[in-house]
């Protein structure tokens, strides 16, 4: 019989694991709703974002310091990406750009390969987060406290930025038709950059809580989660922020309670299960829960 | 004096020659419009002097436009929108997704006077004001194209360039539109408007260019415009 706890342990377990598709697949959304671009890329932020974060630690900087900054590296990197490898495609057809962005996925992680090596690396969480709340039977470790938290006040942080601000309006106008925008005098270029500064800002973030979460990266880490999100973003319909969110809970909580639930020997089956819910939801609404027809010009 | 003057203008889609050395002149403070049948190149124009015709595959091959004595062929869109040049498109493309508000919010992006101009835009079109909160995507026909217009003004244009404000609205709508295009120039604001409505556009314009496939056919005021035979044979 399956106990209460556990039932719960599997709650606390779905909402981090849903929390990091979230997190990513609202990257991969804000990137494709501007430039209709699926960037695969995207995974490999995660895993550099995890070794920033060990490289500052092993600089000697506070941990502390070190997430911001990996965060902020991150940023500049999703910056510096696009500008050197999509800026120049920009205009051509989509399909450039994509098979781009697997190409970036593939040179990011060997790139990590040849300078941290491809052995796994301890990631070292700081002392605040490391230790174990438990309550009876039941246990909840800080950094999966923390996670919730930090991604909470995230989604809360967007939807002030994205409803709020000049900025943030500005890039739903422009995701939402982009000559207009520029009609409006905005520099798609810059709200393009800012977009990918955001997006990898998070996805560095999003870096941390995956390597606090499982206590170890490898240059291949990102690729994953990198699909997963790209599912979750599919099953929400991309392009639509508020659809990644449920996207990424929904995957995570499928693949936590099928995982927990049935028989061990089925739970190789925890990625397929994410394949079968795009599925499903493809044959029910083909552009995803949150997602509208794309026009087509 | 001259706002806008355009020389020579040649613009390609690849291999195929949309406008073919055109020129034309909008003095300062004037509405004018510019005629003609659909395909005869009257957006392509618009396109070349908003900048935008780099987004849909097109290029100025040839010529020059120059704005308040600043010649732009080579200024990127989004500056000329600084510089006071504002298109209102084709098929309005407003911001669907977005709020009523949002939308002039996005219109006043390069403007440091946003409540002024927001003041300024729900006095032409009250309509706008009630509907502030609404989804853009929701509001009828002219509902958008007054939207698409007010949108265009708030970033305080000099020149406001208008691409078939009156397209598939009612006529009710159409006099509600064109007042308050006479009202904009009123306040200063220069207009160039692309019509097929010949009517409306000659009652509203101080100067009248007919275009054809490229090419300026008959120019004048609207009187002289009018009785050309030519133009009421083209113009119907």
Same mark, same amino acid.
């Given at each position: 019989m399956v106990s209460a706890t556990y039932i719960l342990d599997l709650f606390i377990g779905s909402f981090v694991l849903g929390s990091m598709y979230a997190l990513l697949a609202i990257g991969m959304s804000i990137i494709y709703g501007i430039l209709r671009l699926i960037n695969f890329a995207h995974g490999a932020m995660?895993?550099?974002?995890?070794?920033?974060?060990?490289?500052?630690?092993?600089?000697?900087?506070?941990?502390?310091?070190?997430?911001?900054?990996?965060?902020?590296?991150?940023?500049?990197?999703?910056?510096?990406?696009?500008?050197?490898?999509?800026?120049?495609?920009?205009?051509?057809?989509?399909?450039s750009m994509l098979i781009t962005s697997l190409g970036v996925y593939i040179f990011l992680e060997n790139l990590v390969r040849i300078i941290a090596t491809p052995q796994p690396r301890v990631?070292?969480?700081?002392?605040?987060?490391?230790?174990?709340?438990?309550?009876?039977?039941?246990?909840?470790?800080?950094?999966?406290?923390?996670?919730?938290?930090?991604?909470?006040?995230?989604f809360a942080a967007l939807v002030l930025f994205f409803t709020k601000t000049k900025v943030g309006i500005?890039?739903?106008?422009?995701?939402?038709?982009?000559?207009?925008?520029?009609?409006?005098?905005?520099?798609?270029?810059?709200?393009?950059?800012?977009?990918?500064?955001l997006a990898s800002m998070v996805a560095a973030l999003t870096g941390f809580l995956w390597g606090g979460m499982y206590g170890q990266v490898d240059p291949t880490t990102g690729f994953m989660p990198g699909v997963k999100a790209f599912i979750a973003a599919v099953v929400g319909?991309?392009?639509s922020l508020t659809g990644s969110v449920l996207?990424?809970?929904?995957?995570?909580?499928?693949?936590?309670?099928?995982?927990?639930?049935?028989?061990?020997?089925?739970s190789g089956l925890r990625d397929g299960i994410s394949f079968l819910i795009l599925i499903i939801i493809l044959l029910i609404r083909p552009y995803g829960l949150f997602g509208r027809e794309v026009e087509r010009v | 004096m001259t706002l806008l003057d355009v020389k020579e203008l040649f613009v390609n889609y690849g291999p195929l020659v949309?406008?073919?050395?055109?020129? @034309?002149?909008?003095? *300062?403070?004037?509405?004018?419009?510019?005629? =003609? %049948?659909?395909?005869a190149g009257k957006t392509t124009t618009l396109r070349a002097i908003s900048g935008t015709i780099t987004l849909v595959g097109g290029k100025v091959t040839g010529g020059s436009i120059s704005f308040d004595g600043q010649e732009i062929t080579k200024v990127p869109p989004h500056r000329r929108v600084r510089m006071g040049i504002s298109l209102v498109p084709e098929g309005r493309k407003i911001f669907h997704r977005l709020t009523v508000?949002?939308?002039?919010?996005?219109?006043?992006?390069?403007?440091?006077?946003?409540?002024?101009?927001?003041?300024?835009?729900?006095?032409? @079109?009250?309509?706008? *004001?009630?509907?502030?909160?609404?989804?853009? =995507? %929701?509001?009828?026909?002219?509902?958008?194209?007054m939207l698409a217009i007010a949108r265009g003004l708030m970033s305080n244009p000099k020149l406001?360039?208008?691409?078939?404000?009156?397209?598939?609205?009612?006529?009710?709508?159409?006099?509600?539109?064109?007042?308050?295009?006479?009202?904009?120039?009123?306040?200063?604001?220069?207009?160039?408007?692309?019509?097929?409505?010949?009517?409306?556009?000659?009652?509203?314009?101080h100067y009248i260019y007919v275009i054809q496939t490229g090419r300026i056919i008959a120019s004048g005021e609207p009187k002289e415009v009018l009785s050309m035979d030519m133009v009421k044979a083209y113009l119907g």
């Open positions: 995660l895993m550099v974002g995890a070794y920033f974060y060990i490289m500052f630690l092993a600089m000697g900087l506070d941990p502390i310091l070190s997430l911001p900054l990996s965060m902020a590296l991150g940023a500049v990197l999703g910056v510096a990406i696009d500008f050197f490898a999509y800026r120049p495609l920009r205009g051509g057809p989509e399909l990631f070292p969480l700081p002392e605040f987060l490391k230790g174990v709340y438990r309550y009876g039977d039941f246990s909840v470790r800080v950094i999966e406290i923390f996670t919730i938290v930090s991604t909470l006040i995230l500005a890039m739903r106008a422009t995701a939402d038709d982009l000559e207009a925008s520029v009609l409006m005098g905005i520099d798609a270029n810059r709200i393009i950059m800012i977009a990918f500064a319909g991309i392009g996207g990424g809970y929904i995957l995570g909580y499928a693949e936590i309670y099928s995982v927990g639930l049935l028989p061990p020997e089925y | 949309a406008v073919q050395g055109i020129s @034309f002149q909008v003095r *300062k403070g004037q509405v004018v419009s510019l005629l =003609g %049948s659909n395909g508000y949002e939308n002039l919010v996005v219109g006043g992006y390069t403007s440091k006077d946003l409540e002024d101009r927001l003041e300024f835009v729900y006095q032409l @079109f009250p309509i706008l *004001k009630e509907r502030r909160n609404q989804i853009a =995507g %929701s509001l009828s026909g002219g509902e958008q194209q406001l360039l208008l691409d078939e404000p009156s397209l598939g609205l009612a006529p009710r709508v159409v006099d509600v539109l064109y007042d308050a295009i006479s009202k904009i120039n009123e306040e200063g604001t220069t207009v160039l408007v692309v019509e097929q409505h010949v009517k409306k556009a000659l009652t509203h314009s």
